[in-house]
């Protein structure tokens, strides 16, 4: 059974930072690429990272902020969060594919429910 279970949201002042864990249940982890994903009420989910073992893509707001990684042991995808700003404020999805590392939601088959970040003073 398909699962992915994000966590590691919360509250935070800006330029603080946070690691989002997103667990991976049901998906075979040698042959699927894994992103992270953000979305605000009212606007369109965008990428944010996306990773295929070395291959990482990142969009250009977080790169050097964030880094994404996977622990293959533990099924378990990462976000790290630093220098955290307010715009960065969404809901933070885990989501899997069989295709490549991308930051187009539409090639992604399978998605957690999203753990919120809030970055205020």
């Known amino acids: 059974q398909v699962q992915l279970e994000e966590s590691g949201g919360g509250s935070v002042q800006p330029g603080g930072s946070l690691r989002l864990s997103c667990i991976n249940r049901g998906l075979p982890y040698t042959s699927i690429a894994m992103g992270w994903f953000r979305q605000v009420a009212g606007k369109e989910r965008e990428g944010v990272a996306a990773l295929d073992g070395d291959n990482i893509r990142y969009a250009d707001f977080v790169k050097g902020r964030f880094t994404i990684s996977k622990d293959n042991a533990k099924n378990t995808l990462y976000l790290q969060m630093n220098d955290l700003k307010p715009e960065d404020t969404a809901m933070y999805f885990c989501?899997?594919?069989?295709?490549?590392?991308?930051?187009?939601?539409?090639?992604?088959?399978?998605w957690g429910q999203g753990t919120q970040v809030t970055v205020s003073s």
């Open positions: 989501a899997a594919t069989w295709g490549i590392p991308t930051l187009e939601a539409e090639y992604f088959n399978y």
